[in-house]
Every structure is written in structure tokens, then in C-alpha cells.
């Protein structure tokens, strides 16, 4: 009986971990760049009463035993690595990568982080920086008499300057991607940084042969968020936390059950 209430208990955990997990996806859904995370469960260890495969005589063996599950436990969160919507702004510093590349980006402290977000600015000396003010790498500067900026699909990022004919170049986007980008550590403010798990990065060229997508001006990438689906899970969270919090109730009915016959 007391297996029950723990076992029980274990499943309203999860549940609840998992709806925080759908609530963060939700207030996510207009996040540029948002990739959502899906919660994954593993099964608890088992009690053996009847071990699989023992001797229940000399010539025979249990066929199946007789094993008691201990409940779930919340295993991994997994980030979702699908694609975006493209949502046009005619913003020349607003970027889209398409394909699964990420923008590199260096913190205050040196660290390089990852950014799916393409919503660039210009900081006081013409750099090209993030909302926060962290300077997208390689560092690009933008002459401050240019008239038009132009990214190409490969990165590169060309001005047009006063009394001049041509475009001048001023620098050359690149793209990180990772062996397993699922192993990347969010740390907020749409960056991630580098683990064990993820590897190294791969930094390359947009468009080359590393699989890092193209560059597209003038447009974001929006969160990935489903919000249909999101809701459905939801309901299930919900549904799953009812049952296991009606097996608690059983449990104790039975509990008052046996008090009452030894009382």
C-alpha cells in the first residue's frame, strides 16, 4: 500500500515537471529563434519478488517472475531542432538562418555563445551586436556614412558608401553547428553554450558543404513552437496528474479500509 502512494506520487512529479516544461514553450511561442523542448520519462527501478528465469523446482524456471514497478522520473528535455517560420521584416539587420547552423555571438566575459535569434543592431561604433549588446563574431563594423546594407546568403555583409559605384565589402558572417546541437546548454536570452555532449563546434562558411544553412536578410525565424499541440499536451499532463492523484486516493480509502477492521 505504501508502494502505491510513492509510486503514485512520483507520476504527479513528473506531470507537474512536465507542464512547466509546456508552460515554458507557451510564453516561448513569439521567442525569434525558440526551439522547444519535449520532456522525456524513464520507468523506476524494479522490486524483484519473483526473479525472471529462477528456479521454482529443480527441472523448471518462472517463465516471466513477479516484478513491481517503483514509479517514473523526468530523464532529459529535448530540444526540438525543427525549423521555424520566416516571418518577413525588411529589416536589413534581421537575419534568418535556413538550415541548422547558429549564429556565434561573444559574451562580456570572452565566452563564445550560440543564437538562433538573427535580430541584430548596430551598437554607438557601428559593430554589429545583439539586443544585449553582444558583438556578433567574427565582428563586423558598419561605416557610419553607409547608405545600404546588403547580406548575402553566404554571409557575406557588403555597404554602399557615398560617391561610390560598387558595394565595398566589410566582412563575412559565419555559422556554428554541432554534432549533437540536442547537447547544447540554454542559459537564456536565446544563447546556448557549448557542452561535452554538444562537441565542438563546427564553424564554417553559410551555404558550404558543413550542412549550416544560408543566411536570409531581412527576416526572422520564429519560435517552433506548436501551439495546438502544446495545448494537447497539456490536457494529457493534465488527465496523467488526475489519474495518479486518484490512485493516492484509492491507496488511502484502502489504508482507512484496514484501520477500521483492526480498530
Known sequence: MYRALYTAATGMETQQMNLENIANNLANANTAGF???RLQFQ?????????PGAASTQQTTFSTGLQVGLGVRSSASEVIQQQGDFNTTGNPLDLTIQGQGFFQVQM???QIAYTRSGTFQLDPTGIIVTSDGYQLQPAITIPSAATNITIGTDGTVSVQLPGQQQAQQVG????ATFANPGGLSSIGNNLYLETTASGNPIVGTPGGSEGLGNILQGSLENSNVDVVGEFVQMILAQRSYEANSRVVHAAD???QTINGLTS
Open 172 to 175: 563575412n558572417i559565419q555559422l
Open 253 to 255: 480509502q484502502m489504508f
Open 35 to 37: 526551439r522547444r523542448r
Open 43 to 51: 520507468d523506476l527501478i524494479y522490486q524483484n519478488l519473483v526473479q
Open 108 to 110: 562580456p566575459d570572452g
